[in-house]
């Protein structure tokens, strides 16, 4: 299985931005889904975005506009780049990779916001 680890988190004012990494430790390429989830505290983890392996894209509502996210199939990596922070998307990041039963996630990463 493949293992994931974040980073990029941090505080930031409101209106920052940041770059979170998902560095993987084996290949990516055989996995088409890589996405971000995000979970604040006392709430649920909720999907933030998805890329595919060949570059499409998704958003949930919240963060259109403002998050960008990618992946780099050649360096096994995966990003997240957060414009235009708001003191709610204050939560733990999390990476993963794939889906059901060979899925993988990361450990997060904290992101605060302050406002």
């Known amino acids: 299985q493949v293992q994931l680890v974040e980073s990029g988190g941090g505080l930031v004012q409101a209106g920052g931005s940041l770059r979170l990494s998902c560095a993987a430790s084996?290949?990516?390429?055989?996995?088409?889904?890589m996405a971000w989830y995000r979970q604040a505290p006392g709430k649920q983890r909720n999907l933030v975005a998805t890329v595919t392996r060949g570059g499409t894209t998704n958003y949930v509502d919240s963060v259109k506009g403002r998050f960008t996210i990618s992946r780099d199939n050649d360096k096994n990596m995966g990003y997240l780049q957060m414009n235009s922070l708001k003191p709610e998307d204050t939560a733990i990041y999390y990476c993963?990779?794939?889906?059901?039963?060979?899925?993988?996630w990361g450990q997060g990463t904290q992101v605060t916001v302050s406002s």
């Open positions: 084996g290949s990516i390429i055989g996995f088409n889904l």
């Open positions: 993963k990779l794939g889906v059901g039963p060979l899925e993988s």
